[in-house]
Nanobody
Framework: QVQLVESGGGLAQAGGSQRLSCAASGGTFSSSAMGWFRQAPGKEREFVAGINWKGTSTYYTDSVKGRFTISRDNAENTVYLQMNSLKPEDTAVYYC?????????????????WGQGTQVTVSS
């Protein structure tokens, strides 16, 4: 069983930056693909970014390409989401998730473990 705890959310200005962290414990983090998702009020949870088990491959949804960067530190059992050039439409609860697979997963229901989420609010 993997436990995931996100941190780093809060209020940001449009054009600003935030860095989210997700600390994993209790499982085989270093052999799991990781992902970041977000859910805005009244909308479905959507894939934001994914990274493979080694950290050598990443994938992003189109709306965040060039602005967000996912990375991981397997020695620290942590995955990060660096968010730059934030926009009001990035406002959502952000979740990290772990999948029992080595390769990147972009489908929500293929992830096995989820964090509790952290709120990111971007003001204009």
């Amino acid at each position: 069983q993997v436990q995931l705890v996100e941190s780093g959310g809060g209020l940001a200005q449009a054009g600003g930056s935030q860095r989210l962290s997700c600390a994993a414990s209790g499982g085989t983090f270093s052999s799991s693909a990781m992902g970041w998702f977000r859910q805005a009020p009244g909308k479905e949870r959507e894939f934001v970014a994914g990274i493979n088990w080694k950290g050598t491959s990443t994938y992003y949804t189109d709306s965040v390409k060039g602005r967000f960067t996912i990375s991981r530190d397997n020695a620290e059992n942590t995955v990060y989401l660096q968010m730059n050039s934030l926009k009001p439409e990035d406002t959502a609860v952000y979740y990290c998730a772990a999948a029992k697979t080595y390769t990147i997963v972009i489908v929500t229901n293929m992830y096995d473990y989820w964090g509790q989420g952290t709120q990111v609010t971007v003001s204009s």
